[in-house]
């Protein structure tokens, strides 16, 4: 069972990325997704979820009207769109897969069981 993370890279003030994760080992199909992010000596923070049905989706405040996540069922993978890139976005990224994703809950890390091994994001001014 393996979340594989993807997508990273550098780029100015202004750029996008679009990370992708996936899944290997079985189907996360109906499993919540979530993306999580962690700035070096910072704890991991809730960045984005979204439900097994992709119909319902949630994001931290400090990237709304920024980030997009969403999923393709049929390639058992799940997107995180990333525009409008801002210094304070560099950090690791992490995927995670949550068999029963409560919506109270999708910000905590504990929350989600398979996690991706994180990709780098790097946004320069």
């Known amino acids: 069972v393996q979340l594989q993370a993807s997508g990273g890279g550098s780029v100015q003030a202004g750029g996008s990325l679009r990370l992708s994760c996936a899944a290997s080992?079985?189907?996360?199909?109906?499993?919540?997704m979530g993306w999580f992010r962690q700035a070096p000596g910072k704890e991991r923070n809730f960045v984005a979820a979204?439900?097994?049905?992709?119909?319902?989706?949630y994001y931290a405040d400090s990237v709304k009207g920024r980030f997009t996540i969403s999923r393709d069922n049929a390639k058992d993978t799940t997107y995180l769109q990333m525009d409008t890139l801002l210094p304070e976005d560099t950090a690791v990224y992490y995927c995670?897969?949550?068999?029963?994703?409560?919506?109270?809950?999708?910000?905590?890390?504990?929350?989600?069981?398979?996690w991706g091994q994180g990709t780098q994001v790097t946004v320069s001014s």
């Open positions: 995670a897969a949550a068999s029963r994703l409560i919506v109270s809950m999708i910000g905590v890390p504990s929350s989600y069981e398979h």
């Open positions: 080992g079985r189907s996360f199909t109906n499993d919540g």
């Open positions: 979204i439900s097994g049905n992709g119909v319902a989706t």
